[in-house]
């Protein structure tokens, strides 16, 4: 039996990709590496240092920097960042989320925040959510990121519960394959293309009830 849901952040229960991508747009452009969408879906769900790496690898930059002046341009990224996150209201909340958080607490899932961002806490508390994620995976303490299993086990472990007994909910490929691996039930939003071994593929935040996924796992 379901019991609790672990939810990613960005790109889930809000529209942060976009200003991760946005973010890192701006550092490519600085050190040359050209920009397209499947580099930008390759970054979701990848920790900060791991996605400058892939920037850096996708035109044969990665030796080119120190890690002092990796360091710097990932600090550079986290401003950029940060400029569109602390102008974040409830309004960026992505449709149907916050209807879904309050069936799901109402009905007594229990819930608990897998997202390998270090500025989750404060885009939580933006939007008005920190409330329902009592919660969280501390990203700062894992070994491995996303697709490793390691964050969603987490998720499961700090409510308590098995993984069989929860549902993972996730944007980005990384994300489902970490899910998948945790062995608990993969829920993909977004392209169904690019996450087609989540379990159950919505292609939007809207589609995200109770009643959708009882009927996809029927
Ligand atoms: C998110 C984003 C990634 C970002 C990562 C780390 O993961 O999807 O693009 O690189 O967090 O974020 P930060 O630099 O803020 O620590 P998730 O797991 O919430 O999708
Ligand atoms: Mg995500």
Sequence with gaps: ?????????????????????????????KVGVTW?????????G??????????????H???????AEKEALA????????????????????????DFLATVKAKGYL???????????????????????????????????KPDPEIFRRGAEILDLQPGECIGVEDAAAGVQSINAAGETSIGIGDPQILSAAAINF??????TLANIQQRLA
């Design 203 to 208: 292609t939007d935040t809207t589609q995200l």
């Design 75 to 98: 600090t550079e990224k986290n401003d950029n960042y940060l400029k569109l996150v602390n102008q974040m209201t409830p309004a960026n909340i992505l449709p149907g989320i916050q």
């Design 111 to 145: 819930l608990s925040l897998a997202s390998a961002s270090k500025n989750s806490p404060l885009v939580l508390k933006k939007l008005g959510l920190s409330d329902y994620f009592p919660k969280a995976v501390d990203p700062a303490t894992l070994t491995h990121g």
């Design 36 to 44: 397209d969408d499947e580099l930008a879906d390759a970054l979701k």
């Design 1 to 29: 039996d379901i019991k609790g849901f672990v939810f990613d952040l960005d790109g889930v229960i809000t529209d942060t990709s976009v200003f991760h991508s946005q973010a890192w747009h701006q550092v490519a452009d």
């Design 61 to 67: 930059k990665e030796n080119d920097f120190s890690e």
């Design 46 to 59: 990848i920790s900060r240092m791991d996605s400058l790496n892939l920037i850096l690898k996708k035109d």
